[in-house]
């Protein structure tokens, strides 16, 4: 069987293996023969019941999805209800009826392009995102006109199961949660699912790795193959070798952050904190994206948040949250996790990194400098998530972190701030303000150049393996070349040593809290050279959790010297999988 390769825009995270399955878009038929008069009555009749079967329809949807996405994110389903409930909107087509003759399905059509082709010439790239789901209205309602008969789409949906890859060529929102529902291995797109459509939303937040921009019609041949799907990196592999297979081993049985799971309420670790099979302890924390990510990985059992992505959690907003709005968010995650530790990162904005959801012109994003960078370049909004994080900081063990950080002057400035904040919060309310924890991530190849100095500055460090593997490696992680399992580079294992070394000669504790932490092989090297906390998404925590209770530190010590001294990734990947295949 041919192995083919396929690259699209990652939109959501994760790793699976399944089959493919191809859902190619059935074309909305439209009647365009002209109506008699008598027959406008009748029209505007279809029209109406065909309104009302999709509002029903949608609030069915969404009805399942309560408590499952968060407040921020069922709103995806208020745009549905604003146009169905518009009475311009159903004017405008009424009058279509009326006086151009057209039958129901003409009408929609029409009105609905019209709408289309205003929004497409936005600049504003949220705006133009709702393409999307003004055409799945439009097919809807266009569907429900004709009895609500089930579309192909529809059809073959029902057929879809949990060991499938869905390849579409036009992702809905609510395919997309039709999907999510069946928890399938992954998403595949040629449309619809750009990284701010509603769709790679709910993608998202149900943890199915998703990838948007490959074109169908190559891939429909393959329907029904073995593929692996890597929502991190973008890439389809259908046919994959075995070598592959072995390397993703790992990832298939790491289970998306399903629906069902996020109604677990089981402590995952039988309420006994997780320690290597030799009694060493390992912190196990939590990245969070997203509120509905938190409130799933709340009843995993882990020992606190160690990453808030801040601005994935700002993804849903057309502009950047204003102060009241972020201290709600935080305090609420403070205040939930009751007396863990919490750590908040300082949004990490531009470059090659996320949000045009914000209102920020994604061109100028893309040249703008990252991270705390940025953040220095726009004080205004910095100060109001410092006070935001500060304010919340009351209701529990929070602590605030900074990302991309290269250089100690970038450290002294926020240091100055938060104090500036911390004068201006005492004085208003009258007593001290709790302290609150500095650290920073350490992720750019500056960072590591001065770790020393940096440690001299900061509480703590988190180790992003995922950006500095690509400072590193010189590598654009938009558009990443780097192999997979890259990370296990001896070279790149020296450098976290080096790095891990340097905390603990200065007392500080260093945390891991890139992709790596999520992959068996990298944990026991991490174990090894000494990193006592691990911070990852919540899907993965389960697998983690029980493999670290499989080793022992003094076998992961000797792992990990092995590995700094291979002569190559594919040795150390060799070694590693031997090394876990012998204690099975
Ligand atoms: C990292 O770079 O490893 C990290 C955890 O940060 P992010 O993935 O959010 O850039
Ligand atoms: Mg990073």
Redesign the pocket.
């Given at each position: 069987m041919e192995r083919k390769n396929f690259e699209g825009e990652p939109v959501s995270t994760g790793t699976g293996v399944g089959k493919v399955f191809i859902i190619k878009e059935s074309d909305i038929e439209i009647n365009e023969d002209i109506i008699d008069e008598s027959e406008v009555e009748a029209q505007i009749t279809n029209l109406e019941v065909a309104i009302c079967r999709t509002f029903i329809e949608i609030y069915d949807l969404n009805d399942g999805f309560r408590g499952i996405l968060s407040e921020e994110e069922n709103r995806i389903f208020d745009f549905y209800k604003e146009i169905l409930d518009d009475r311009t909107f159903f004017e405008e087509i009424k009058n279509l009826i009326k006086n151009e003759r057209y039958r129901a399905d003409m009408a929609i059509h029409t009105c609905i392009k019209k709408y289309i082709d205003e929004i497409s010439e936005s600049n504003n790239e949220y705006i133009k995102q709702r393409v999307f789901d003004l055409n799945d209205v439009a097919k809807r309602l266009i569907k429900n006109i004709s009895g609500g008969i089930s579309d192909e789409n529809d059809i073959k949906i029902k057929e879809i199961n949990s060991e499938q890859i869905v390849v579409i060529k036009e992702l809905t929102p609510i395919i997309a949660a039709s999907l999510a529902k069946k928890e399938v291995k992954g998403v595949v797109a040629e449309e619809g699912a750009g990284y701010f459509t509603h769709a790679s939303i709910i993608l998202r937040s149900t943890g199915i790795p998703a990838i948007n921009g490959i074109c169908i019609d190559e891939i429909e041949k393959f329907h029904d193959n073995p593929a692996i799907i890597d929502g991190e990196k973008g890439i389809l592999i259908v046919n994959p070798t075995e070598r592959e297979m072995d390397d993703f081993k790992f990832g298939s049985s790491r289970k998306p952050l399903c629906i069902k799971d996020s109604k677990n309420s089981g402590i995952l670790f039988e309420g006994r904190p997780v320690e290597t099979a030799d009694g060493h302890r390992v912190g196990l924390f939590v990245?969070i994206s997203s509120v509905k990510e938190f409130f799933a990985a709340k009843s995993l059992g882990i020992d606190g948040v160690g990453?808030v992505?801040t601005e994935s959690l700002f993804i849903n907003y057309k502009k950047i949250p204003d102060e009241k709005r972020q201290y709600l968010i935080y305090s609420k995650i403070a205040k939930e996790i009751s007396g863990k530790p919490v750590v908040i990162r300082t949004a990490?904005i531009g470059g090659d990194?996320v949000p045009g959801a914000l209102g920020i012109n994604d061109q100028s994003l893309s040249r703008s400098p990252r991270g705390i960078k940025r953040s220095l370049e726009h004080k205004k909004e910095l100060i109001t998530q410092i006070r935001a994080i500060m304010r919340a900081a009351e209701f529990g063990e929070v602590s605030i972190s900074f990302?991309m950080v290269d250089s100690i002057k970038q450290i002294k400035e926020v240091k100055s701030i938060i104090e500036e904040v911390s004068v201006e919060l005492t004085e208003k309310n009258g007593q001290p303000l709790k302290s609150i924890r500095i650290g920073t991530?350490i992720?750019t190849a500056e960072s590591v150049k001065i770790i020393e100095e940096i440690l001299n500055e900061v509480d703590f460090i988190s180790i992003?393996?995922?950006?500095?593997l690509h400072q590193i490696c010189e590598q654009n992680r938009k558009c990443s070349t780097l192999e997979m399992r890259s990370y296990l580079e001896p070279v790149f294992l020296q450098t976290l040593k080096y790095c891990v070394d340097k905390a603990i000669e200065k007392n500080k504790p260093a945390s891991v809290?890139?992709e790596m932490a999520t992959d068996p092989m990298a944990v026991i090297v991490l174990l090894g050279i000494g990193v006592k906390d691990l911070s990852m998404g919540p899907a993965y925590i389960e697998d983690i959790g029980r493999f670290i209770r499989t080793v022992k530190l003094d076998e992961a010590k000797e792992a990990a010297r092995r590995a700094m001294e291979g002569r190559s990734l594919q040795e150390v990947k060799d070694m590693l999988s031997e090394w876990i295949k012998s204690r099975m």
């Open positions: 990245n990453l992505r990490d990194k990302p991530m992720e992003g393996t995922n950006d500095m809290c890139g």
